[in-house]
């Protein structure tokens, strides 16, 4: 496995599982870890998602984990067999013929099949095209074999476009932790790991995560928006495109008779924000801004769309820690009718943090300029704020102080354990960078490491960044639209570039305290 397919931030490390998971096997501080955007320093991610999932049994020892592996990987294995098979050739061929029109015709299932599988590879040629992993060969097979069997056991679904995103940041996942050559762990943990993690059953074991996303809550998603037919040949032609995909919907989101999608979008913009940002609320609707235009696609690609390959990870985390957590009176003070069962319930305050994460553009802008900023989302530097705005909202809509103030979100004061653990995470992430690169004959700067650590608990420096990249945005997009020509967006352009070089000269004089 080299650099290029998948980097050594993301790599299996085997001393940390006998330590975190063989020996200790108690896992209080592991959904706490996660939440805090530190899952990743375990690089044991593979299995934290089976214990969050509820794949894994967080109660039951490593022993029973393996005997549940061992019998999803053959349950796998005989639903692919099934699911895979060609019409047998030696039954009638009055019937089952090719060129048969029967209804009970095998073949007839055979092409639609064959058609099924022609819609998932051509989504799985085009995800996640900028990293070299989804371009091998290999690779692309998993992921159409997995989303086939899925979708032949859920024909009422079936396949829809986003379910390879989904599919394809579980494999990374599952990819990058493989277990090879494991020899710095005793012989009893280096032996359960080479079977938790075996690269020999990557298709299954992205398989069966898969699966458990879509089961709590995501494969409602994925039904169809549309419920009434157009009439009339032009309604048809100019609502065809849009019912293709699943965009277009007669019917009020707030009746029950509303698709699971738009009822989540609702219960997002008209209760989640509205009870933390009335202002902002205000304004979408002034604007007459429709939820469900932009906040379909993040939640039915969990804001792979929107975030950054590594951000999408660590947010998907902090999702996953939560399953399970309690949401005490949310269906009477929040959702009212419109609740419905959904178990990655931090999701939804994860999109409305992404909401007010861009306020101040939102606020100044008109239904253009908002839908263009909501559905092309600025980069986000430090994705834990993101993480730590949604969690302060579930504490104060739930806890019912509704008028504390959720910006800016103060770091979590952490148990000593958990300090320690991040503190000896991080120096073994550095000692395990520091000795791939050895062999590579290339140096690595302690000093820039300890500004890394620093750095990560600089809230004052994360807020001067944030600052800077949204006025960034803010004045390109004015720059860029603005009918009068460059006088006004120049001397605007300059002001910025003025303001950026000197928080650049501030954050240097800050960096040159740390050395």
């Known amino acids: 496995m080299t650099e290029e397919l998948v980097p050594l931030d993301y790599l299996l490390n085997p001393k940390q599982f006998e330590k975190t998971f063989f020996i200790k096997e108690n896992y209080a501080s592991l959904r706490q870890i996660a939440l805090d955007g530190y899952l990743g320093l375990l690089h044991n991610r593979f299995i934290s ?6 794949i894994f049994p967080e109660h039951e020892s490593v022993e029973n984990w393996i005997l549940i ?30 060129l048969s029109q029967d209804p009970d015709n095998p073949w007839n299932n055979y092409h639609q ?3 099924l599988r022609q819609t998932i590879r051509q989504d799985v040629e085009r995800a996640y095209q900028d990293r070299l992993l ?4 290999p690779i692309k097979e998993i992921m159409t074999n997995a989303l086939f069997t899925w979708c032949k056991l859920n024909q009422n679904i079936s396949y829809k476009q986003g379910m390879h995103e989904l599919l394809g940041l579980v494999l990374f996942v599952v990819y990058s932790e493989q277990a090879q050559r494991i020899s710095e762990i005793s012989e009893d943990a280096a032996q359960c790991l080479n079977i938790l993690n075996d690269p020999n059953y990557i298709e299954a074991d992205t398989y069966w995560i898969f699966k458990q996303i879509m089961e709590l809550g995501m494969m409602e998603m994925f039904q169809p928006v549309v419920s009434n037919k157009p009439n009339s040949q032009k309604d048809k032609l100019f609502a065809w495109e849009a019912e293709k995909n699943d965009l277009v919907n007669q019917d009020k989101s707030n009746e029950e008779n509303a698709s699971p999608i738009l009822k989540r979008c ?16 205000n304004h979408l609707e002034e604007e007459k801004i429709e939820p469900q235009i932009y906040l379909q696609r993040y939640i ?15 947010i998907w985390d902090s999702i996953f820690a939560c399953i399970g957590w309690d949401y005490p009176n949310e269906s009477e003070t ?28 939102l606020m100044e802008s008109d239904s253009t300029g908002i839908m263009r900023r909501l559905l092309k989302f600025p980069p986000v530097g430090e994705i834990y704020i993101i993480i730590r705005m949604a969690l302060s909202y579930k504490e104060i809509l739930f806890d019912g102080r509704l008028n504390d103030p959720v910006w800016p979100i103060r770091p979590r004061n952490h148990p ?25 004959h290339k140096k690595i700067n302690i000093k820039n490491m300890e500004k890394i650590k620093k750095r990560k608990n600089d809230n004052e420096m994360v807020k001067i960044v944030h600052s800077v990249i949204e006025t960034l945005y803010e004045q390109i997009e004015i720059s860029e639209f603005n009918e009068e020509k460059t006088a006004r967006g120049m001397e605007l352009l300059n002001q910025l570039k003025v303001e950026i070089n000197k928080e650049i000269k501030k954050r240097q004089d800050q960096l040159a305290l740390i050395k």
């Not at 000593?416 to 590579?440: A, G, Q, T, V």
């Open 69 to 98: 592996t061992q019998k999803l990987r053959i349950e796998y294995a005989n639903l692919k067999e099934i699911h895979g098979k060609a019409p047998v050739k030696d039954l009638d061929p009055l019937i089952f013929n090719p």
């Open 266 to 281: 609702h219960k997002i913009h008209h209760r989640l924000l509205r009870a933390i940002d009335r202002d902002l609320y």
């Open 416 to 440: 000593p354990e958990i300090e320690e653990f991040k503190h000896h995470s991080l120096e073994e992430n550095f000692e395990r960078n520091e000795e791939s690169k050895e062999k590579k």
């Open 300 to 314: 039915r690609c969990m804001l792979s769309r929107e975030l950054s390959f590594p951000n999408t990870i660590i």
């Open 334 to 361: 929040i959702t009212g009718k419109l609740d419905f069962v959904n178990h990655l319930g931090l999701l939804d305050l994860v999109c409305v943090a992404m909401i007010i994460f861009v306020k101040d553009f």
């Open 134 to 137: 989804f371009q091998m060969e």
């Open 113 to 115: 099949d064959f058609q």
């Open 49 to 54: 998602w089976r214990i969050f999932l509820g």
